[in-house]
């Protein structure tokens, strides 16, 4: 069978411009109606998952021969941007279930891609990762939780906060200390593939200013016993190396989804401005609204392109935590950007609940800590400028 990855440039192309109409016509039909009410509900869109489920969404970057679309990390952000134009939430459910699912398959042993890379691909089991612990995030080697050998296994002992997909998926990639004692502190660090369980269970949802709608949980282990067999790549000591490495594409999909938000705020701006009027005139002949849309406009395709080049390095293998950061640090703040100019452009309107303007303002600064802050990805385009350019 002909899989996406060895297809020809043009029919590749052909590819993606298909998977590209489905989006939009599933953004138009199953999620622009209801985006408004599930946000202002914080109710988890499962209608709309089950679509996505349909379409194959939560295989999207998983390569053919376990089952997923094999989409480059270029139609892949392509995709973030359009869902997260209409809704950010919903292209949360699929980007750290991508993220723990590039983690499988950049380093999981054969056994393991094949076991839990065609579920994943198919979006019957759906997850993400547990990285983050209520006293460590940026600093993730300072986790505290545990994995003990235990029998043919590890009990794991530890606690993990704001993680996605955490209430309502089936499987957590969990991060843990297997040698809390290693130096430097990566060397001790492991990823663990745990599904839910009666032993396993997830309820508790933290509240949030934004990002309605997809869960962020938090939980505590206290000796969970998951099999040897889980722990990711088979080896003790690696776990950090790979979730770095789904972190890329992690913070290429974030610059994706600041895209989106950045887009979606000057385009509504543009058609406001040309229908509100003042002082006899509609409001985009007044030179000071005219200078916010240019700068809207201008951050906005400094930030499409930045994303694009980094998505365009992971696709041809090469590193590409400078570009990816970039990407990341540009959208994201062009999507804070947009959307309080959006607000005020819209005075009164681009407060009002009724409209999507306060969304995307309450949606816009989870992209500046999430996948990394930007102050944290500031240091590492630096770091990469020193190595790059040694003196
Ligand atoms: C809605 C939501 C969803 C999330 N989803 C997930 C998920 O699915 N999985 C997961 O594991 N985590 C998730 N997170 C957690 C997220 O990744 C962390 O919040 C993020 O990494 C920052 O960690 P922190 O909140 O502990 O901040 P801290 O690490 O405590 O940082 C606090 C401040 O100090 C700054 N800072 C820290 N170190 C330095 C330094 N060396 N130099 C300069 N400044 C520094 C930071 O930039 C920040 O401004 C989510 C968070 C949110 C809000």
């Known amino acids: 069978m002909q899989t996406a990855e060895d297809l020809t440039p043009q029919e590749r ?3 993606d411009r298909m998977v590209l109409d489905s989006v939009d016509r599933f953004l138009e039909r199953d999620v622009v109606p209801y985006a408004h009410d599930l946000e202002a509900g914080d109710v988890y869109p499962q209608e709309i998952v089950d679509k996505m489920v349909e379409l194959g969404l939560f295989g999207a970057t998983i390569s053919t021969r376990y089952g997923g679309l094999g989409l480059s990390a270029t139609t892949y952000a392509k995709i973030v941007e359009r869902v997260s134009e209409v809704w950010m939430s919903v292209s949360g459910i699929f980007n750290s279930h991508l993220i723990m699912a590039a983690a499988v398959e ?9 076991h839990w890379l065609p579920r994943f691909a198919t979006g019957e089991l759906r997850g993400g990762v547990a990285l983050t612990e209520p006293d460590a995030g940026t600093d993730l080697q300072g986790i505290r939780t545990r994995a003990d050998r235990s029998g043919n296994g590890y009990a794991l002992t530890g606690a993990k906060s704001w993680i996605s ?4 998926g089936g499987v ?5 200390k297997t040698d809390p004692e290693a130096m430097p502190r990566h060397r001790g660090m492991s990823l663990f593939l745990v599904e839910k369980s009666p032993e396993f269970q997830v309820e508790k949802r933290l509240e949030k200013l934004g990002y309605k709608g997809i869960d962020s949980g938090e939980f505590v282990m206290d000796g969970l016993f998951v099999p040897g067999e889980n722990l990711v790549g088979g080896v003790e000591g690696r776990g950090l190396q790979q979730i770095l490495s789904g972190l890329e594409l992690g913070r290429i999909n974030v610059a994706a989804r600041g895209v989106g938000i950045a887009r979606a705020c000057l385009m509504k701006s543009v058609a406001y401005s040309q229908v509100r009027r003042t002082f006899g005139k509609p409001i985009c002949e007044h030179q000071a609204i005219q200078i916010k849309l240019a700068d809207m406009a201008t951050q906005l395709e400094s930030a ?3 994303t694009e080049q980094a998505a365009h390095a992971y696709d041809r293998g090469e590193r590409c935590d400078m570009e990816a950061g970039m990407a990341k640090l540009a959208a994201s703040e062009a999507a804070l950007h947009n959307s309080l100019e959006a607000m005020r452009l819209h005075g009164a309107y681009g407060y009002s609940k009724e409209f999507d303007i306060e969304r995307y303002y309450r949606d816009a600064p989870l992209l500046a800590i999430g996948e990394g802050t930007n102050e944290l990805q500031r240091l590492i385009i630096a770091r990469q400028l020193i190595a790059r350019y040694p003196a």
Do not use: D, M, Y
Not at 107 to 113: A, D, F, M, N, R
Not at 165 to 168: D, I, L, Q, S, T
Not at 172 to 176: F, G, K, R, T, Y
């Open 304 to 306: 499409r392109l930045l």
């Open 165 to 168: 997909n955490a209430v309502e």
């Open 172 to 176: 957590l990639a969990i991060l843990a």
């Open 13 to 15: 192309e052909e590819q």
């Open 106 to 114: 950049r380093s999981g042993t054969p056994e393991q891609k094949q």
